[in-house]
């Protein structure tokens, strides 16, 4: 059974940090793209950053690159995102995501539940 469980939300001060991890199992974690995904309220769900499977390819949101770092450890099946000079606008519900094609191209795609982050003084 497939599990992503994320961890680490909670309330911070404007210009604070906070890590995020993901604890992925179920699924062989290393041949997958992982990904962080936040959905702000009212809005739809958008791509904050993602890793490849391997070497570790990383790409941002315009918005956090400078701000934001994501990494993964495959010995531990957990990805992470460290989240610091936080803004208001970066209040979220913070999804982890998991995904690979397969050799027939079929797309497989998890998600986490989610983990609040709210940004305010």
């Known amino acids: 059974q497939v599990q992503l469980v994320e961890s680490g939300g909670g309330l911070v001060q404007p210009g604070g940090s906070v890590r995020l991890s993901c604890a992925a199992s179920?699924?062989?974690?290393?041949?997958?793209?992982m990904g962080w995904y936040r959905q702000p309220p009212g809005t739809e769900r958008e791509l904050v950053a993602d890793?490849?499977?391997?070497?570790?390819?990383?790409n941002y949101a315009d918005s956090v690159k400078g701000r934001f770092t994501i990494s993964r450890d495959n010995t531990k099946n957990t990805v992470y995102l460290q989240m610091n000079n936080l803004k208001p606008e970066d209040t979220a519900v913070y999804y982890c995501?998991?995904?690979?094609?397969?050799?027939?191209?079929?797309?497989?795609?998890?998600w986490g539940h989610g983990t609040q982050v709210t940004v305010s003084s």
């Open positions: 995501n998991a995904n690979r094609r397969d050799f027939y191209g079929m797309l497989h795609n998890y």
């Open positions: 179920g699924f062989t974690f290393s041949t997958y793209v």
């Open positions: 890793i490849t499977s391997v070497g570790g390819t990383t």
